[in-house]
């Protein structure tokens, strides 16, 4: 079976999980190809190269007719049977032309978060919504991350016969980097990710200064990305450290240093640092905001504070301990191993790959 994954920017949490549907070393039966944007991409894949391909490309609506040409030339040349639609873009540039041109494989598709759920103006989330809807009808399965983004697609009026809910998965086989040397005699906090809006770090800095503990040190790992959003100045204190980016295969090293993880998004559709911080045994604090809730059963693996009532953090922080940090952490791990192994994800995709039941 020939899977052709298609991307636009392949990166970040979108390369991970599509990393991680790359390795199925007891499904030899599936050959995977990738194509994606050769700007704003991840070059470094276990794929043969006569399997991966590039096409010239930078987000701009002029640029759209030549990112489609290009991509139905590698599915003329592959003719896979099963082409694998990432994120929004990537799903546009595939199903649109199949308005006009023949079906010849089964069409999958993931928004990987749904444009119509984030922080936009209404007019634009209606306009996202009825573009997906029209979309969907050229696609055999869509894929929700999880279930709040599954509950948004039912809402949007996507047929339920086309849904699937797939939890994203990560190999529950743990890094080798030793621990990192973190602040002694403190709970170490850390964050993961962009500097944008979404991820919400400029929300974290300005409530943790609040925080009148001095014995809660936040560590803090990305950098600030090209875009609209705030500069974040990235200057340590004696209670927050900016590491900038970490390698994605040395990132274990700090989780396995850290009391718990800390994520204060405005918007996620899945909340895939929480799932690599439970991996390592580690609690997570998450916001109430997109499909992080879901992540968190409250007091036994993290807490979850109202995005909108910052005070609500504020007193999170204020009654942190140690000791049940280590003792949640023992249950993040368990439920980490119970819904969030990538062998479960992968098993229930390749169902889908093959038109069979819900797993």
């Not at 041109?101 to 984030?118: D, E, M, Q, S, T």
């Not at 504020?314 to 192994?341: H, P, T, W």
Request: contains cysteine; aromatic residues 12%.
């Amino acid at each position: 079976m020939k899977v052709l994954h298609v991307g636009e920017y392949v990166q970040g949490g979108v390369a991970t999980y599509i990393r991680t549907l790359l390795e199925h070393p007891d499904h030899a039966e599936i050959e995977d190809y990738l194509v994606c944007s050769d700007y704003n991409s991840d070059h470094n894949w276990k794929l043969p190269e006569n399997r991966i391909y590039y096409y010239s490309y930078k987000r701009m609506l002029r640029n759209i007719p030549d990112a489609i040409r290009a991509i139905y030339h590698v599915i003329k040349q592959i003719k896979p049977d099963v082409i694998y639609c990432h994120s929004t873009w990537a799903g546009l540039f595939v199903r649109l032309p199949l308005f006009f041109l023949p079906k010849h494989c089964r069409v999958i598709y993931n928004a990987h978060g749904w444009a119509f759920l984030r922080n936009t103006t209404n007019l634009k989330k209606k306009l996202y919504a009825l573009i997906e809807l029209v979309l969907s009808t050229r696609t055999d399965a869509i894929i929700n991350v999880s279930g709040y983004e599954y509950k948004a697609a039912e809402n949007a009026g996507i047929s339920k016969k086309k849904l699937y809910l797939v939890y994203s998965g990560i190999s529950s086989v743990k890094g080798e980097t030793p621990p990192v040397h973190l602040p002694k005699g403190v709970i170490n906090l850390l964050f993961v990710g962009r500097f944008d809006a979404p991820k919400g770090i400029d929300y974290l800095l300005e409530n943790f200064s609040k925080c009148k503990r001095k014995d809660i040190h936040l560590s803090v790992i990305g950098d600030n990305v090209v875009g609209d959003s705030e500069k974040i100045p990235m200057v340590n204190t004696d209670r927050v450290t900016f590491c900038g980016w970490v390698p994605h295969n040395q990132l274990d090293g700090y989780y396995k240093s850290c009391d718990a993880v800390i994520m204060p998004s405005r918007w996620e559709a899945f909340g895939l640092v929480g799932v690599e911080a439970m991996k390592y045994g580690r609690p997570i604090i998450v916001s109430n905001r997109g499909a992080l809730p879901e992540l968190v059963k409250v007091g036994e693996n993290g807490y979850i504070f109202d995005f909108e009532h910052p005070e609500s953090l504020i007193q999170i922080l204020d009654k942190l301990d140690k000791r049940n940090l280590c003792r949640m952490g023992m249950k993040a791990e368990s439920v980490f191993l119970e819904k969030y192994r990538s062998q479960k994800m992968l098993e229930e995709t390749f169902l889908i790959y093959k038109g069979g039941d819900r797993a």
